[in-house]
Nanobody, 122 residues
Framework: VQLQASGGGLVQAGGSLRLSCAAS????????MGWFRQAPGKEREFVAA????????YYADSVKGRFTISRDNAKSTVYLQMSSLKPEDTAVYYC????????????????WGQGTQVTVSS
């Protein structure tokens, strides 16, 4: 599966952005999808995940209540709606497929997208 992320940009604190991740190639179906992010000088961290059906979602504590993950399987696309953005949300955001959960940790068994930059100014 190839993933193409888009929708990043520069936004003021308190603003909103919606990221999209379009999948192509092998089937999109049956897998958890999700988003990670990596800020300068920091490790990549889990942000959000969604089951194949979209019936269950999971979030990092730092974004819970502000970010919403969703998916449209007919369009093979997963979204991340980000609201009430903070400067500490500044990072490169990566979408991924076939996420696996191990306790409170998440890893990626599938593909990574190329990343999209989100910059939140104070």
């Amino acid at each position: 599966v190839q993933l193409q992320a888009s929708g990043g940009g520069l936004v003021q604190a308190g603003g909103s952005l919606r990221l999209s991740c379009a999948a192509s190639g092998r089937t999109f179906s049956g897998y958890y999808m999700g988003w990670f992010r990596q800020a300068p000088g920091k490790e990549r961290e889990f942000v959000a995940a969604i089951t194949w059906s979209g019936g269950s979602t999971y979030y990092a504590d730092s974004v819970k209540g502000r970010f919403t993950i969703s998916r449209d399987n007919a369009k093979s696309t997963v979204y991340l709606q980000m609201s009430s953005l903070k400067p500490e949300d500044t990072a490169v955001y990566y979408c991924a497929t076939d996420l696996r959960r191990y306790g409170s940790s998440w890893s990626v068994a599938g593909s990574w997208g190329q990343g999209t930059q989100v910059t939140v100014s104070s």
